[in-house]
């Protein structure tokens, strides 16, 4: 997980890499980002997504936490 400053104030951009297959591990990793964001107060999340797919159940998951996250949140797709 990595922490970018947004322009020169003091917003933030939390960025999360998830590059392997979707599993529960991925579900926390997701989770435990979105709560870093929000206690940092960050502006934005950014999500590197590389990944083949994985379980549905963990996937729904992600999905959930996304659309229930009070920040935006962005998917680059790779």
């Known amino acids: 997980?990595?922490?970018?400053?947004?322009?020169?104030?003091?917003?933030?951009?939390?960025?999360?890499?998830?590059k392997s297959t979707i599993d529960p591990a991925s579900s926390n990793y997701l989770k435990e980002g979105m709560a870093t964001a929000?206690?940092?107060?960050?502006?934005?999340?950014?999500i590197e997504l590389?990944?083949?797919?994985?379980?549905s159940t963990s996937m729904r998951e992600m999905i959930q936490e996304i659309i229930n996250s009070t920040l935006p949140v962005v998917i680059y797709v790779l």
């Open 1 to 18: 997980m990595m922490v970018f400053p947004l322009f020169a104030s003091t917003s933030t951009i939390i960025k999360l890499e998830i």
């Open 38 to 46: 929000l206690r940092q107060n960050a502006q934005m999340m950014l």
């Open 50 to 55: 590389d990944t083949p797919g994985g379980l």
